[in-house]
């Protein structure tokens, strides 16, 4: 079946450092979405990406779809505190079926 | 607050048993989803309803089964219930059925099976 794996599981970086992770998926997607987990709680959703190539912005978040629209990456500038949890994507695969990846743990030390 | 209601929040029951987990999305919205996450795991995506029916079915086990009512809650019902099945239980709702939009999560219902 269809995999988005995401790398890598576990970052933990000094406060003030970029922080990266990447989105693969085995196959092309509709569409990808970001979403963060803060520890105890629930998904909540940060951006949609719908074309290829495709780059937002959110303050210090960057969000990349790849021109194959098979991957995707979320880059994070001077980190914060506050941006500790867990960022998980998740592909549109077909009409109907969000795959969330394995998500990747951050870890801010201040 | 999502304005996904999910209930219980907490739940322990031993193996053998059978739960109900129950979703009320947020108003309007017409989809719902259950995703399960086991500790410090992905989220693995169950099964999807629009308006009351079956839209698209993930790593489902066939013990599990799911609903959506007419009133567009929902309920996850799980059976001969084993320790691996103890996780957190999401279910999520969207506007439409054509999934364009964003998923709005509940705080989940964490199950403990002993």
């Known amino acids: 079946g269809q995999q988005v794996m995401q790398i890598p599981q576990y970052q933990h970086v000094q406060e003030g450092e970029d922080f990266t992770t990447y989105c693969n998926s085995s196959?092309?997607?509709?569409?990808i979405q970001w979403y963060k987990q803060r520890p105890g709680g629930h998904p909540v959703f940060l951006i949609q990406?719908?074309?290829?190539?495709e780059v937002k912005k959110q303050k210090r978040l960057t969000f990349q779809f790849g021109e194959a629209k098979k991957n995707s990456s979320l880059h994070i500038t001077a980190t914060q505190t506050t941006d500790v949890g867990t960022y998980f994507c998740?592909?549109?695969?077909?009409?109907?079926?969000?795959?969330f990846g394995t998500g990747t743990r951050l870890k801010v030390l201040a | 607050d999502s304005g996904v209601t999910q209930t219980p929040k907490h739940l322990i029951t031993a193996t053998g048993q059978r739960v109900t987990l129950r979703c009320s999305p947020r108003?309007?919205?017409?989809?719902v989803y259950w995703y399960q996450q086991s500790l410090d795991q992905g989220l693995q995506f169950l099964i999807q309803?629009?308006?009351?029916?079956?839209?698209a079915k993930g790593n489902i086990l066939e013990r599990f089964s799911a609903q959506q009512f007419p009133d567009l809650h929902s309920e996850l019902n799980l059976s001969s219930l084993e320790l691996g099945d103890s996780a957190l239980y999401f279910c999520?709702?969207?506007?439409?059925?054509?999934?364009?939009?964003?998923?709005?999560f509940g705080e989940g219902s964490r199950l403990t099976v002993l």
């Open positions: 108003s309007g919205d017409l989809s």
């Open positions: 309803y629009y308006n009351g029916e079956e839209r």
């Open positions: 990406l719908v074309k290829s190539g």
């Open positions: 998740a592909g549109l695969a077909g009409t109907y079926k969000y795959i």
């Open positions: 196959t092309t997607l509709s569409n």
């Open positions: 999520a709702s969207s506007e439409s059925g054509v999934n364009t939009g964003e998923l709005f």
